[in-house]
């Protein structure tokens, strides 16, 4: 039997993260967390994990538990917190939050605080592009859901992919489901130096190749 318990392993992992972060809102399917979590975990490479667009935490924590899990370092929240521009009063994804506070981050504290990963979560409450340029470490695993336009994509993905190095992860969100991410990802995973390696529901993952092994 140890082999049908080894097997069932990640299925109980999946539903066990699925029923714990199922309370906090967001843009994420279980699926698409779980891979974060597992990248986090047994991703390859050193360095950080940063996150573009964190919202209310959901996928900030996937990912600070899959690092959590193997003892790895600290994930770093990217987001302005006044929700993009799909997300403000009257928009078809306005959110009550921003109607009424103005802001995602006490929610998104909160959720961090109740799943104690208030050590493991650095915010930096800020536009991308400037927390870019206030950047300076290497970065293993990169996750990209801010603004989803094609210009806010291609952006964020060339202010912020110097800092990826070899073997490193670039992960985008809503691509096939949000036109401007998906021109974007299709131009980008063309490109000889990435590699797509991992696609789960709307998540595209590519990574940076060794300095002349592009195929
Ligand atoms: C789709 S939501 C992120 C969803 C989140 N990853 C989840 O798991 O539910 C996009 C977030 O990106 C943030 N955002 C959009 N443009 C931004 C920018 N230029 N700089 C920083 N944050 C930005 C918004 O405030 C919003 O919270």
Not at 134 to 147: N, T, V
Request: a negative charge; glycine letters at 10%; hydrophobic letters at 35%.
């Amino acid at each position: 039997m140890e082999a049908v318990t080894q097997l069932l392993k990640p299925a109980t992992d999946y539903w066990l993260l699925t029923d714990r972060f199922k309370d906090i809102e967001g843009f994420l399917e279980p699926i698409e967390g779980y891979a974060l979590h597992t990248m986090a975990a047994f991703g390859p490479g050193k360095g950080e994990i940063v996150e573009i667009g964190s919202l209310y935490g959901r996928s900030t924590c996937y990912l600070a538990s899959g690092s959590a899990r193997n003892g790895r370092g600290g994930v770093y929240a990217i987001d302005t917190f006044k929700g993009s521009k799909e997300h403000q009063v009257g928009e078809q994804g306005e959110q009550t939050a921003i109607a009424t506070d103005g802001s995602t981050l006490k929610i998104f504290l909160q959720n961090i605080a109740t799943h104690r990963f208030d050590e493991k979560v650095k915010p930096i409450v800020n536009e991308s592009s400037k927390a870019a340029s206030e950047w300076s470490k290497s970065i293993r695993l990169l996750f990209i859901d801010g603004d989803h336009s094609y210009e806010g994509t291609r952006k964020d993905f060339l202010d912020w992919s110097p800092f990826v190095p070899e073997s490193g992860l670039i992960a985008f969100h809503d691509v096939t489901t949000w036109d401007g991410v998906t021109q974007f990802y299709n131009e980008i995973s063309q490109l000889d130096e990435w590699k797509e390696v991992l696609a789960v529901g709307t998540i595209r993952v590519i990574q940076r190749l060794p300095h002349g092994e592009s195929e």
